[in-house]
């Protein structure tokens, strides 16, 4: 069974223009597995994945015909159902970090927050528990780490602060927006190790939100490519490179390489009838 | 010929509560005017800390800063600003949560005394492929990629000489990455503009720059050129794992 069905899934937000609908019917359902979603930038993929987890920023709005966690329906869950699931069984890491932590708590209380859905653990056990992960997640001074304020911390630092947060709570599912775009690929190989040992071990399933293409191919199972609100495309993952889609493949021709100089990068010629 | 960019043993410590960081440790560099450098390296390296000294924003530090020869004022006022911009690592942070994109756009001109303001606002947008409907919209209603670029059009839309770039595409899909690198590398060649770029992706940097230095614990370890990097010709343990971990994700 499906670990998550997402069936004509739409967002909107109303603009000066009118409503705007910036996820317009977009389904899939998701194993435990790995998916990966690309996609232009503001095609909607953020906005996808706070959907899913009830976090539609108002005054926007969310609508789906068939949205199934787990058997459960969120569709129907009340407020408090949402309090249970959120955080706990499902989180999300969000694109901008920094932004996302609460400026005014340490990083070591906020992730010893996110292990209240662990029964009753000792203060001193949160403590090794979040050591460990703000370890586990490469930060090389831990204790420093854990003591500091998220604007004491550099880009990359916040977003393992958030994953390691996200993670402590050992979700069932898990939505990563762009969560290594801030590391280098040394740290982001050893972070990607731990999402991926979740999923293999521990049969969570992971979405990943990343423009980072070759990442993604050589990361997930499937992907899922988005533009203009829509999903255009879904592919195996090794198979991205066999993509239809003209805009995945102008995406991959655009890519900037470490053995050849092409100056300038090809660009893409946008077709109205891909927003289609 | 003196370098435009001249950093000499660069120094910066924080003081958090107990602890103090030492973030920048003897790092010196140079860059020439018209030339692209490149600063890559571990996370909580101390990247965004030097670009953050040179715009005046580390709280202590030590060592020798010049542009153009000449020391920098301990505050650097508008005329500083008007010559080196910066886009920030962070555009949520960078970005005033109650000014619309126009206002973000328009203040440093009004700043400056520009006049034509309103055809720069609008040629700033287009430039980095927002449209107008984005213009009076604020920026928590911008997906992370159109934030990015908001700073990048509020970066260049002064036209500074020097641009200090903190990891100006890592919010950008390939197609947006390349139009914007291209716009970056055309207004390199069309102004002479000289840059400091901060990323992780060695791709984006083999592509926009001509020489890099790979930093770590707050050090510079290597310095390589483009062509060096191309040839994966690094000397360092650092650098060399660097290389082979951006060949993708293989499973342990
Ligand atoms: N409050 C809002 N009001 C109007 N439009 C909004 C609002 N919030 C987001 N949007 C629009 O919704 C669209 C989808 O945004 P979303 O953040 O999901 O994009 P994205 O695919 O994650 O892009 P990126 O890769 O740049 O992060 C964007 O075009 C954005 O401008
Ligand atoms: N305001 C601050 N107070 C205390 N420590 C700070 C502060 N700002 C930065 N630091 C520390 O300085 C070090 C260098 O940070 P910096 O942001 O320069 O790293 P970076 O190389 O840009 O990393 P990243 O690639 O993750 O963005 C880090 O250990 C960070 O925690
Ligand atoms: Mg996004
Ligand atoms: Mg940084």
Not at chain 1, 60 to 71: E, P, S
Not at chain 1, 76 to 97: E, F, K
Not at chain 1, 188 to 215: A, C, N, P, Y
Not at chain 2, 6 to 21: H, P, Y
């Amino acid at each position: 069974m499906a670990l998550l069905t997402v069936d004509d899934l739409r967002v909107t937000f109303p603009t000066r223009q009118g409503p705007s609908e910036v996820v317009r019917g977009v389904s899939f359902t998701l194993g435990r597995e790995r998916l990966g979603i690309v996609g232009e930038s503001g095609s909607g993929k953020s906005q996808t994945g706070r959907a899913i987890l009830g976090l539609t920023p108002p005054p926007g709005r969310a609508t789906a015909r068939q949205l199934v966690f787990d058997g459960i329906d969120l569709n129907r869950a009340s407020p408090r159902d949402w309090r249970g699931l959120r955080g706990g069984r499902m989180s999300m890491v969000m694109q901008d970090p920094k932004y996302s932590l609460n400026p005014v708590m340490t990083v070591g209380r906020q992730i010893m927050e996110a292990l209240k859905f662990h029964g009753r653990l000792s203060g001193a056990d949160k403590r090794r528990r979040a050591l460990d992960m703000l370890d586990a997640v490469q930060i090389r001074d831990p204790e420093r780490v854990f003591a500091a304020y998220p604007h004491e911390l550099s880009g990359g630092m916040g977003q393992r602060a958030m994953i390691a947060m996200m993670l402590v709570a050992e979700p069932d599912l898990l939505i990563a927006d762009e969560p290594t775009s801030a590391l280098d690929v040394t740290v982001q190989v050893e972070v990607l190790r731990i999402l991926d040992r979740l999923v293999t071990d521990r049969g969570m399933g992971l979405i990943f939100i990343s423009h980072d293409l070759r990442l993604v191919s050589s990361f997930c199972d499937r992907v899922l490519v988005m533009y203009a609100g829509r999903m255009v495309e879904e592919l195996r993952a090794a198979d991205l490179h066999l993509a239809r889609h003209p805009y995945t493949r102008g995406l991959l021709n655009c890519l900037p390489d470490l053995d050849h100089d092409r100056h300038p990068l090809p660009t893409l010629e946008r077709q109205a009838d891909w927003a289609r | 010929m003196t370098p435009l960019i001249d950093i000499r043993d660069l120094d910066v410590r924080f003081t958090a509560g107990a602890s103090q960081v030492h973030a920048v440790r003897g790092l010196s560099l140079t860059v020439a005017e018209g030339e692209s450098f490149g600063l890559v390296g571990e996370s909580g390296s101390g990247k965004s800390t030097v670009l953050r000294a040179i715009c005046g924003l580390a709280p202590t530090w030590d060592g020798t800063i010049l542009i153009g020869g000449r020391a920098l004022p301990p505050r650097r006022g508008p005329e500083f600003f008007r010559q080196v911009q910066m886009v920030f690592q962070d555009p949520y942070a960078s970005l005033h949560p109650r000014h619309t994109v126009d206002r973000v756009l328009s203040e440093p001109l009004a700043i400056h005394g520009f006049s034509d303001r309103e055809t720069r606002v609008e040629r700033a947008l287009e430039e980095v492929g927002l449209g107008r409907g984005f213009r009076f919209r604020y920026p928590h209603q911008l997906s992370g990629g159109q934030r990015q670029r908001v700073a990048i059009a509020r970066a260049l839309i002064l036209e500074p000489r020097v641009l200090l770039l903190d990891e100006p595409t890592s919010a950008l899909d390939a197609s947006i990455q390349a139009e914007v690198l291209n716009l970056l590398d055309r207004l390199r060649t069309e102004r002479g503009l000289t840059y400091i770029m901060v990323s992780h992706d060695l791709a984006v940097v083999a592509h926009m720059c001509d020489r890099l230095l790979v930093m770590q614990h707050g050090q510079g370890v290597e310095e390589l050129t483009r062509a060096a990097l191309r040839a994966r010709a690094a000397t360092s343990p650092y650098t060399q794992a660097l290389l082979e971990a951006s060949r993708g994700y293989t499973a342990a």
